[in-house]
């Protein structure tokens, strides 16, 4: 066979490789959403979900599904970014090194539903706190910390070395280096890597089943009051997301219109984790257009 | 060699030796530099003549694996001395490198950064130190117009200018360069030279050069490096006419290196 007839035929697997992954995305996405957005109106995003009648809406799981990810996310970012910052700029080449990062790895493949049993066993029955949304956020830091490590050290490590250098050599020590150099240099990166965890956070389903519960209590969203357990803000009650409401009512759902209800959870969700995408790529050139003032 | 007196020195490094792991990259250095003059460190590549310069900031720390023998004192002090207070000699002795490294800033951060952390808060100081360190790099007037642009937006030559100035702002004595115009074209070159002689009425400067016209023409007292060994440190003029080693002879004439 001539080499022209090899490289045609490698070209030809390629593209229907990549046919392949396309159409299987364009598919799924038009499946979703053919059968998802029609469900969607202000009444279904809006009204409480019905446990017996049609009709109900995802009022409550959308606002738990955001509620439990900034929760997560500001247990998270601080922490992932620690560990980055320690891993990418004091942690010395060696055994203990090798280990932690190891131990990143293998906690960022663990299965989500060990996690979320973990989680029951931790935050749910040890703390006595029951099914929480704290206890949920923390399940999702155990499940979402070693990709923030992972991206937090990845951007610090890709920030060129001279100019740490520079700044080293001005006199600067090195938290300060990295506190006015490394870490705003480094931001899009982390930015960007923040809101892909995000998304990921936010369509997670079994992590959450034993530890941010399966039920809602009544909402109230007058009261603010976040110790008052009516109020959406309360922390300590129980809170069905979008995701885990899919899976409940596809699974044990009484209501009529199990399948509309799940068509329509479904769509929204994907449309959220698809914007969550789009918006880490858009926030994440601008800022690093504006930081670098690259062309 | 000339004998300086002890004030004339802005370093003085006696029975210097360095390891990379069980490399020894440079071997036994004596070596004076004279305040306000302009010292040109030259010879082939893998010569220690980088690794030299970055000793005296010790910017060499940052290098797992290094240790060090011998002393350099910079104003009486052993650097070596492990007390020594880091941010305070790298205050003193600033350093440009091979390649212009703005930060991802403004001009006007680029060069008040050092100052601002050093210190100097009010807004009238950082901007009277941002001028004059730009006009003493003649960067001024190509820039007075765009302070507030992103220093990544200026071309390759006033990167470099601008890093120096930077360098400067923190008020060092002594500058050191490690081959500043070494990515940088003749024009540019030229710019950083004129620079170089205009400097050196305030600082002493070390600067690690390939290009020996380059030392020929900037510096006052020339060392010619070879495999880890200072081989010959003299007078410019006499380095460049009549070296006293055959060695520093065959380089500057170009049979080897």
């Known amino acids: ?295 | 060699m000339s004998v300086f007196t002890i004030t004339d020195k802005a370093f003085d490094v006696k029975d210097f030796n360095l390891w990379y792991g069980d490399h020894h990259a440079l071997k036994n250095i004596n070596f004076p530099i004279r305040k306000k003059e302009v010292t040109a460190i030259i010879g082939p590549s893998g010569c220690g003549k980088s690794t030299f310069i970055k000793t005296l900031n010790l910017m060499i720390n940052s290098i797992p694996g290094v240790k060090m023998s011998g002393e350099i004192n910079y104003n009486g002090q052993n650097i070596l001395n492990e007390k020594l207070d880091l941010v305070d000699l790298r205050k003193n002795v600033g350093m440009v490198f091979q390649k212009g490294n703005p930060f991802p800033q403004s001009i006007f951060d680029n060069i008040a950064y050092g100052p601002r952390i050093h210190g100097k808060k009010r807004k009238r100081d950082l901007e009277e130190i941002v001028i004059k360190s730009l006009m003493d790099v003649a960067l001024w007037d190509e820039v007075k117009d765009r302070l507030n642009a992103p220093a990544l937006g200026l071309s390759g030559g006033q990167q470099q200018r601008l890093c120096i100035a930077r360098a400067l702002a923190t008020k060092p004595n002594v500058l050191l360069m490690d081959e500043p115009t070494s990515a940088l074209d003749p024009i540019s070159t030229l710019k950083i030279e004129e620079m170089i002689l205009e400097l050196k009425e305030k600082y002493t400067i070390v600067i690690v050069t390939h290009n020996m016209q380059q030392a020929a023409r900037v510096s006052d007292k020339t060392a010619f490096f070879l495999m880890g060994e200072l081989i010959e440190l003299d007078e410019t003029s006499k380095i460049f006419s009549q070296p006293s080693d055959e060695r520093t002879e065959g380089y500057i004439t170009g049979r080897f290196g």
């Open chain 1, 1 to 295: 066979m001539s080499s022209k007839t090899s490289d045609r035929i490698a070209t030809g697997i390629f593209v229907t490789i990549a046919v392949i992954i396309i159409s299987l995305l364009i598919g799924l996405f038009y499946f979703i959403l053919v059968n998802g957005v029609k469900q969607i109106s202000i009444d279904f995003l809006t009204k409480p979900s019905s446990n017996l009648l049609a009709g109900g809406g995802i009022r409550d799981q959308i606002f738990n599904s955001f509620y439990v990810l900034i929760i997560t996310m500001i247990i998270t970012v601080p922490l992932g970014l620690g560990g980055g910052i320690y891993m990418a700029e004091y942690a010395k080449p060696g055994k203990v090194t090798d280990f932690i990062r190891v131990c990143v790895e293998v906690l960022a493949s663990f299965p989500s539903i060990v996690i979320g049993m973990f989680g029951l066993l931790m935050f749910v029955t040890l703390t006595g706190w029951g099914y929480t949304i704290l206890g949920g956020a923390l399940a999702l830091t155990v499940f979402n910390l070693p990709v923030m490590v992972r991206v937090s050290e990845d951007a610090i490590r890709s920030v060129p070395r001279d100019i740490k250098e520079a700044s080293l050599g001005l006199g600067i020590t090195h938290w300060h280096t990295i506190k006015t150099i490394l870490l705003p240099s480094a931001f899009p990166s982390i930015l960007t890597g923040a809101i892909l965890a995000a998304g990921r956070v936010f369509g997670e389903a079994a992590a959450l089943l034993f530890t941010a519960g399966l039920s809602t209590p009544r909402l109230d969203y007058s009261d603010w009051n976040p110790f008052s357990s009516t109020s959406p803000l309360n922390i300590f009650r129980p809170a069905e997301t979008l995701a885990v409401h899919i899976w409940s009512v596809n699974t044990q759902g009484l209501i009529p219109d199990v399948k509309e209800v799940a068509n329509g959870s479904a769509a929204v969700l994907v449309i959220s984790v698809l914007i969550f995408n789009l918006l880490a790529r858009g926030i994440g050139s601008l800022v690093h257009k504006k930081m670098t003032a690259s062309k």
